[in-house]
């Protein structure tokens, strides 16, 4: 994929790098040519100083044939303005904005923008790991009941199917983690004992599965 992204600080530069090292075609700006350090030499995709929301670096990134356009600088008001450009001005497919003020959610949900809200996922993450440290949060979807949650599985998973793992309407199973492999599952798989497992759950749905991790980590 092209990938355009706005903002070089610890979150773009991250984002930057572990796209590129997945052999996506990433293009960067920033408004400090210094931030393009962060990248490291062994970086293969481009640099382009500039505003996040200047027309002039936006073409020079290559916006006008991005498949995806990210806002990942620290002003939610940059990054606002430059996903409205990119979406539309640019008509970029898939524009996301970086959102460090929760209050503000509201008004991008109005303007129909696509959003990660920073603040609001590292206090989720936390509130987990203090009250439920057998589950681990990754999202929880914007005005739903369903979270994205991962959980190593104990001695009493050993040889369980997906098929009876997984509880109608509460409990699907994403991925599994089994030493250096990932697989995606289908209902016969057999899971194992250590297995990192990525499932979506409904909220409140937790207690049907805990007795498979009661072991595990």
Known sequence: M??????CGRVGS????????ERHD??????SPEA????????DGTTH??????????????VELADVFVAATSSDNANLMAVQLATLVFEV???????DDPARAESYRALGIRYVAGAKLVSRVIHEDILDDEFHYHVTFSGGDVEIVEMTLGASANQVLVADFEVEDAVRVAAVRRGSRTYVPGREFELREGDLVVAATRLGSRDKIRRFIEDGG
């Not at 990433?26 to 408004?31: F, G, L, N, T």
């Not at 100083?49 to 290559?62: H, I, N, Q, T, V």
Request: glycine fraction near 8%.
């Open 26 to 31: 990433v293009s960067v700006i920033d408004s």
């Open 36 to 43: 393009f350090a962060a990248l490291g030499s062994a970086f």
């Open 93 to 99: 497919p898939k524009s996301i904005a970086r959102l």
């Open 14 to 21: 991250d984002l930057a790098l572990s796209l590129a090292e």
């Open 49 to 62: 100083p500039g505003l996040a929301y200047d027309m002039a670096a936006l073409r020079d990134a290559g």
């Open 2 to 7: 092209r990938i355009v992204i706005a903002g």
